[in-house]
C-alpha cells in the first residue's frame, strides 16, 4: 500500500503563492507518476499537473505558465509551485500517484490519492 500525505494548502489573495508538497510512503519502488487533481465545491476532479520519475511533466491548460510541478525521487516527493494565484484556482487539492510508465490525465487511472489540502484564493 502506498500512502500520500500532501501539505501546504492555504488562504491567499489573488496574485498571490502557495506551495504545495506532497510525500509518498509505503510500497513507494513502484511508483512512476505523482501530482495534482484538484475539485471545486460543487464540481468534479480536474486534472492540474503530474510529473513521471523520468521528468516529464504535463499540466492544464488552466495553470499553464502558473504552475510548477517538480520531484524529488530520492524523497518520494512532489512539489506544485502555484503563482499568480486566481479565486478560480480555489478547490482541495488533492495529490495522486500511480504505477506504471503512462501518464495519464484523467481521475480514474491513479489508484493512490492523498487526503486533500484546500487552497483558497481571495480577490
Known amino acids: 500500500q502506498v500512502l500520500l500525505v500532501g501539505s501546504g494548502g492555504g488562504l491567499v489573495q489573488a496574485g498571490g503563492s502557495l506551495r504545495l508538497s506532497c510525500a509518498a510512503s509505503g510500497r513507494t519502488f513502484n511508483i512512476y507518476t505523482m501530482g495534482w487533481f484538484r475539485q471545486a465545491s460543487g464540481k468534479e476532479h480536474e486534472f492540474v499537473s503530474v510529473?513521471?520519475?523520468?521528468?516529464?511533466?504535463y499540466y492544464a491548460d488552466s495553470v499553464k505558465g502558473r504552475f510548477t510541478i517538480s520531484g524529488d525521487n530520492a524523497k518520494n516527493t512532489v512539489y506544485l509551485q502555484m503563482n499568480s494565484l486566481k479565486p478560480e484556482d480555489t478547490a482541495v487539492y488533492y495529490c495522486?500517484?500511480?504505477?506504471?510508465?503512462?501518464?495519464?490525465?484523467?481521475?480514474?487511472?491513479?489508484?493512490?490519492w492523498g487526503q486533500g489540502t484546500q487552497v483558497t484564493v481571495s480577490s
Open positions: 495522486v500517484a500511480k504505477a506504471g510508465v503512462d501518464v495519464p490525465t484523467t481521475p480514474d487511472r491513479y489508484n493512490y
Open positions: 510529473t513521471s520519475r523520468s521528468g516529464n511533466t
